[in-house]
């Protein structure tokens, strides 16, 4: 039997997914160590596997999901950075967009900078935006400035110079000398990393990378290293932003890639999940203790973004959109100067956690109220593992309530209406705000707390279905299962389309290609299994920002005019109106080479122990699910127990180790041939 | 009557839908002003007139009141009985219903319930490159009257019964610089009405009409409650400031803006008496424009998170003499609105200081922005384009301003260097902060940057525009000013020329280096009392020179006077 392996890592507990060939999937999980991120998650994988009887050399595949780039962005941990640049324009870290991070609280400072000012140095060079050089490099003023970073003592430099994207040569004379003079720093030039023209998002991302490669670099050689000493034979994958893998050995050469590692798996194994269903579009709706994340997926696959904020900077990297907002279980309810209940975004997070987990908490969350409500239980979750304190939970949620005037049960609810409408502002900021309809779209539940409120959101704003998976709190660890090799490769060039162009808009495209395949062959990726997708960024002439679309294989002139019309009909759908007369220009161009690798069929849980429902009824409880109605007692089933073609009607609760789902009345839930639970509304 | 946690889901929905017209809007217009600047604003209104949503903090503040009246304004043009579903109605003077000055074009679309009855309003503003006029984008400070900045529009149906209304559209297009630009602009603009039009009516679907009317009143009043409370934590007083504006960009007078704040119990009263008369230029602020500025101070000093809408204006009184550099009245010129606004935010803020000391913040390093115009020797055709700098953030009573950014009403994001060099045929040199340029203080004032440029083009021309050129921006409870702004043609060349007022129509050469320097922004508190560590910190960054260093370790080392000072 040969395996495949996901390691996903998140702030509490490390994730494992082992899945065999026959579709057969088995979980575990530990604690996270945070002292020692990659020895407490391999001393948790090699138990996992004698536990499982599982020769490490039967794992042909595995990939790892890795929150070590944005910890080490968030938690300021990164390497001692410097930058350099063209003479002028040291301060392009400090004046950035010359905006406040709020235009009105003037406590919230602007983020420091990743590099200080005086590590930021300019060097004498200029190259012009058509590439021609203004000004020649002048090595002996740049030998100058590179000793002064040796004497500051930095561990990775970055490279940003004015246009470069035109013309990347000087960049490439001082990488060289930057070698030479500091031989052991990491090293980063910013036409690699983005080559693309706006300079401080390039700066920024430039930076970004050069900040969190040498801790990705040390921490994934350790991973690897640990796995080869396990023996397992086959290369360390790393899940990326982008919703694919890369082999690990040289991932830290693009580390910047790697920041949304974690989300992105999840959204995969959303997608997964939406695909096995038959739904080509969903949302998915991740809610944990402290967040929720929610990401669009269309024709089966997640929605991407180019650029996002990464505590508070403008990362530019080929990430899945994720909207994410500070809403989970443990967030915290509060009522605001003006006297009303607001919930969140801060957290009582896992310490000390809920009022319900009796470490402590004593400030009202939203588990506290599902809680109170006996949407939750109230002896205990993760299968026993971790008690509750009903009566902690009913003292905090008490205390709001009299400073409301209302009573607990009734605080409760008010709680999971607000946060509710925040996760709702949240599903409409990924579709509405995007130009789609989320109506047409199932919501995929996952994460802790997901399944818990999925129902009720979906209802209020008139989903049609919602699919619980058969893990929802280990989906992420999935998703790194069914991955594919896939990287991005972008360029800026401007061009007006048209067909007097066609062969420069092609020569970009297939240089592109070259660059991909080319990546693939040093990774030894197999290319038979590959393809390639093409994206061209349009605008009309005078616009300032771009629609990607889709390009077409540009093989003589006549092409540029169907790539013309889907820029045409995407303008359209999605402003209201194009204009056919205007010049039409690309700014950038965008390759992502994908190399699929085989799956299996199905994937189930385990073999099903039951063949009756009621075999599954563990218990029944009062349930608030409105204030005006009172409690309802409603059967409570252990999701393992309920057999495949099964039909649930609400009210009804339904609890599993990882989570708990509820099943408000007039709605019904049906268990799917894969154990997945599809709730219909209506 | 709703239960308040109906109001806050209410609240939160019908803000989802002024984000989404936001976010349409952005998306789908042409103007650099709207897409990079988002200089632009969308509203939900009740069926009064009064606003209820805006988004969130995305919107620039000065629209925060710019679209009051733009409501009233259409109901007094066509009566209720003519606003019919499908309908939508433009407008954009700001003497009838428009925004703040001309390139600001609002659009108004009535809601109608499941009833069939008009219940509320969707509007928005885009500020529009060009509107036609004497001068390219409606910019230039010396023009006299409204007349000459550009086509003024009474409320004006520009969609009927779902159809837009092409001549209208081609009576605006026909009169602008870049009528293309004009059709794309309007045409998202109704996008983003009719986005507003769909997520209210899923509302209304969703909690009926009298729900939803009950929570609109509720969220006025929450407004109103949150505010009135955190003023009747604060001591009654009453409080003053002065400042002034350089001049007027025609003349060399300097220009007064003076204001009384008088709180008292749970309200506050502004009384801009002793301010100049309105100019004979560009610079004048109408009322909208002055009340936006107030209520984004209000905010700031106040309760930052308050929800803009209608109900925290009852609270606010303001007062402005008619025929006042703050409330002018018709024809005065308003393009250049922001020189009055910018300095309007500054007494408030100053007053204010005397209120909420632990709160305030000194005066800011304003902008200096730039116009040129020429023909681009790559192109051969007539090209222009605006930037305007951020000076330094005014120090606040807990922490250093920040460097070049927007405080008060205004401020748009910077163009990236590499788009601007690729768009127009200019040169810069460099980009940086004005080292030195905060005022010093307990906490000090953040920096100005410095720009410089060369422009390539034939028929070269600048115009600037700004503040605090001559009248630098003060410190606060004895905290120094900052470093004023300034422009030097040609700097430490032998034809150098310092520009310490606007200039319209200055020719450039090829070979001219023009260098934008922004002011510093005013420091707080004793310089002495600054942490030694603060002032190692600014020499080893660079954000101050070694004479300061030097001046201050000098000052600290002499026994303080028995009385403070006061600034």
Redesign the interface.
């Known amino acids: 039997m040969a395996y495949r392996l996901g390691i996903d890592i998140g702030g509490t507990f490390a994730d494992f997914a082992l899945l065999s060939n026959d579709g057969e999937l088995r979980t575990f999980k530990v604690p996270t160590r945070s002292e020692d991120l990659a020895g407490g998650c391999l001393a948790g994988l090699a138990e996992f596997l004698a536990d499982q009887a599982v020769e490490p050399s039967a794992i042909l595949y595995w990939a790892h999901g890795t929150t070590v780039a944005m910890n080490a962005i968030l938690e300021r941990k990164g390497a001692r950075t410097a930058l350099l640049v063209t003479e002028?324009?040291?301060?392009?870290l400090?004046?950035r967009?010359?905006?406040?991070p709020?235009?009105?609280?003037?406590?919230r400072?602007?983020p420091e900078s990743l590099v200080?000012?005086?590590r930021c140095l300019e060097i004498r060079e200029r190259v012009?935006?058509d590439g021609t050089v203004?000004v020649p490099l002048d090595r002996e003023h740049l030998e100058r400035q590179v000793a002064r970073l040796d004497a500051e003592g930095v561990e990775a430099v970055a490279i940003c110079l004015?246009?470069s994207y035109a013309n990347h040569q000087h960049e490439d004379e001082v990488r060289e000398l930057v070698r030479q003079m500091l031989p052991v720093a990491y090293i980063t030039v910013s036409h690699e990393v983005l080559p693309e023209?706006?300079?401080?998002p390039r700066a920024a991302t430039t930076v970004a990378n050069a900040y969190v490669g040498p801790s990705l670099s040390r921490y994934l050689g350790r991973f690897a290293e640990g796995g080869r000493e396990m023996g397992i034979e086959s290369p360390l994958t790393v899940f990326q932003s982008n919703g694919g893998i890369t082999p690990a050995t040289g991932a830290d050469r693009l580390a910047v890639n790697m920041l949304y590692s974690g989300p992105a798996a999840g959204v995969e194994g959303a997608a997964y999940v939406a695909g096995v269903t038959g739904h080509e579009r969903a949302i998915s709706f991740d809610m944990g203790g402290t967040s929720c994340d929610v990401c669009l997926i269309q024709g089966g696959r997640p929605m991407l973004a180019q650029e996002k904020e990464v505590a508070g900077f403008p990362i530019r990297s080929t990430r899945v959109d994720v909207h994410s907002i500070g809403a989970g279980g443990g967030s915290i309810a509060w009522m605001?100067?003006?006297?009303?209940?607001?919930v969140g975004p801060d957290s009582a997070g896992s310490n000390p956690g809920p009022a319900a987990y009796g470490r402590g908490g004593a400030r009202p969350t939203v588990t506290d109220a599902n809680v109170v409500l006996g949407r939750l239980n109230g002896r205990a979750l993760l299968d026993g593992r971790l008690s509750i304190d009903l009566d902690a939970a009913r003292a905090a949620i008490g205390g709001l309530a009299r400073r409301?005037g209302l009573t607990p049960e009734e605080t409760a609810l008010?709680i999971l209406?607000?946060v509710n409408?925040?996760m709702?502002?949240a599903i409409?900021?990924v579709s509405?705000?995007?130009?789609v309809d989320y109506r047409d779209c199932v919501l995929i539940a996952f994460g802790g707390a997901g399944p818990l409120h999925a129902v009720e959101v979906a209802r209020?704003m008139?989903f049609r279905r919602v699919i619980v998976p058969l893990a929802p709190g280990i989906l992420c660890a999935l998703g790194l299962l069914l991955a594919d090799y896939r990287r991005d490769f972008t360029r800026t060039r401007?061009l007006t389309v048209g067909r007097e162009t066609w062969k420069e808009i092609a020569g970009t495209f297939a240089d592109l290609e070259r660059q991909a395949r080319s990546w693939a062959q040093g990774q030894s990726i197999p290319l038979d299994s590959s393809e390639v997708f093409r994206y061209a960024y349009l605008r009309?002439r005078?616009?300032?920002?771009e629609l990607r679309v889709t390009a077409p294989a540009i093989r003589q002139a006549s092409h540029v005019d169907e790539l013309l019309e889907t820029f045409h009909k995407t303008h359209t759908s999605?402003?209201?109106?194009s204009?056919p007369n205007?010049q039409v220009q690309i700014t950038n161009f965008h390759v992502a080479f994908v190399s699929r690798l085989p799956r299996p069929p199905t994937v189930s849980l385990h073999k099903r122990r039951s063949t009756h429902l009621s075999d599954a009824l563990v218990a029944r409880r009062d349930v608030w699910l409105q204030a005006t109605s009172g409690p309802v007692l409603a059967p409570v089933l252990r999701r393992e127990l309920i057999p495949a073609g099964s039909t649930i009607h609400g009210p009804a609760i339904i609890e599993q180790l990882d989570s708990t789902t509820v099943v408000p009345a007039e709605t019904q839930a049906n268990v799917d041939e894969h154990g997945n639970l599809i709730i219909s509304l209506t | 009557m709703v239960d308040?946690?109906t109001?806050?889901?209410i609240m939160?929905?019908l803000?989802?839908v002024a984000?989404?017209m936001f976010?349409?809007l952005v998306?789908?217009s042409?103007s650099?002003n709207i897409?990079?600047r988002m200089d632009c604003s969308c509203a939900v209104f009740n069926r009064r007139g009064e606003v209820i949503a805006m988004p969130g903090?995305s919107a620039?503040?000065i629209h925060l009141s710019s679209l009051d009246g733009v409501v009233e304004a259409t109901l007094s043009a066509f009566g209720e009985h003519d606003i019919l579903p499908g309908d939508m109605f433009i407008a954009n003077d700001p003497y009838g219903g428009g925004g703040s000055h001309l390139n600001d074009l609002t659009v108004v679309a009535p809601v109608f319930g499941t009833s069939g009855n008009l219940v509320s309003f969707v509007t928005n503003l885009a500020h529009h490159s060009d509107i036609g006029g004497a001068a390219v984008g409606g910019r230039a400070v010396h023009l006299a009257t409204i007349f000459e900045e550009g086509l003024r529009i009474p409320p004006t149906r520009i969609m009927r019964g779902g159809v837009p209304q092409q001549d209208v559209i081609q009576l605006v297009a026909l009169n602008s610089r870049l009528p293309?630009?004009r059709i794309?602009d309007l045409?998202?603009q109704?996008?983003s009405n009719?986005?507003g039009l769909r997520?209210l009516s899923?509302i209304y679907e969703?909690f009926g009409e009298d729900t939803v009317r009950a929570a609109m009143d509720g969220i006025l009043d929450?407004?109103e409650?949150?505010l009135r409370?955190?003023l009747r934590t604060l001591p009654d007083g009453m409080y003053s400031a002065v400042d002034y504006v350089d001049d007027d960009g025609v003349g060399d007078e300097p220009m007064r803006i003076q204001v009384a704040v008088t709180k008292s119990g749970d309200s506050l009263k502004f009384d801009f008496s002793g301010t100049s008369q309105q100019a004979n230029s560009a610079i004048n602020s109408p009322l909208q424009a002055t009340r936006a500025t107030v209520l984004?101070v209000v905010?700031?000093?106040l309760?930052?998170?308050l929800p803009p809408n209608a109900g925290i204006r009852r609270p606010i009184s303001i007062s402005a003499p008619l025929g006042s550099l703050v409330n002018c009245t018709a024809p005065a010129a308003v393009g250049e609105r922001m020189v009055a606004c910018w300095i309007v935010g500054d007494v408030v803020a100053g007053a204010l200081a005397e209120l909420v000391p632990g709160?305030s913040?000194a005066a800011y390093g304003g902008q200096l922005g730039y116009g040129v115009g020429c023909i681009d020797v790559r192109t051969r055709q007539y090209s222009v384009e605006y930037q305007a700098?951020?000076g330094g953030?005014g120090a606040?009573s807990?922490?250093d301003g920040?460097?070049?950014?927007?405080?008060w009403a205004s401020?748009a994001?910077?163009a990236?260097?590499?788009?601007d060099?690729?768009a127009f045929p200019i040169?810069?040199?460099?980009?940086?902060?004005r080292d030195g340029s905060g005022g010093l203080g307990q906490y000090r004032g953040g920096l100005g940057?410095r720009r410089?440029f060369s422009v390539y083009g034939e028929a070269t021309m600048l115009a600037t525009v700004g503040v605090r050129m001559r009248v630098p921006p003060p410190g606060l409870f004895g905290g120094e000013k900052g470093l004023p702004a300034c422009v030097v043609i040609n700097p430490g060349a032998d034809g150098e020329v310092r520009l310490t007022r606007m200039v319209t129509d200055y020719p450039l050469h090829p070979s001219d280096v023009v260098e934008v320097q922004s002011a510093g922004g005013g420091g707080w508190g004793d310089s002495r009392k600054r942490d030694p560590e603060a002032i190692r910190q600014d020499l080893?960054?660079?954000?101050i020179l070694p004479e300061q260093a030097e001046n201050w370790l000098r000052s600290v080392s002499v026994p303080e006077p028995a009385k403070p000072i006061v600034g």
């Open positions: 002028g324009f040291r301060d392009v400090q004046i967009r010359q905006l406040k709020d235009r009105y609280d003037l406590h400072a602007k200080p000012r005086s012009l935006f203004r004015l246009h023209f706006r300079e401080y605001n100067a003006g006297g009303l209940l607001e409301l008010a209406r607000v409408t925040n709702i502002g409409r900021v509405v705000e995007r130009g209020e008139g401007m009309h005078g616009q300032s920002h999605a402003y209201g109106y204009d205007a | 308040p946690t109001v806050q889901v939160s929905r803000q989802s984000q989404e976010a349409t998306r789908a042409y650099a897409k990079e903090e620039i503040p293309q630009d794309g045409r998202a109704l996008a009719s986005v997520g899923e969703r929450y407004s409650r949150r409370s955190a984004c905010k700031s000093l309760d930052p998170d709160e913040a700098f951020a953030h606040t807990f922490a920040m460097d070049s950014v927007a405080q401020g994001p910077n990236p260097i590499e788009a060099e690729i040169i810069i040199h460099r980009y940086e902060l940057v410089s080893h960054e660079g954000k």
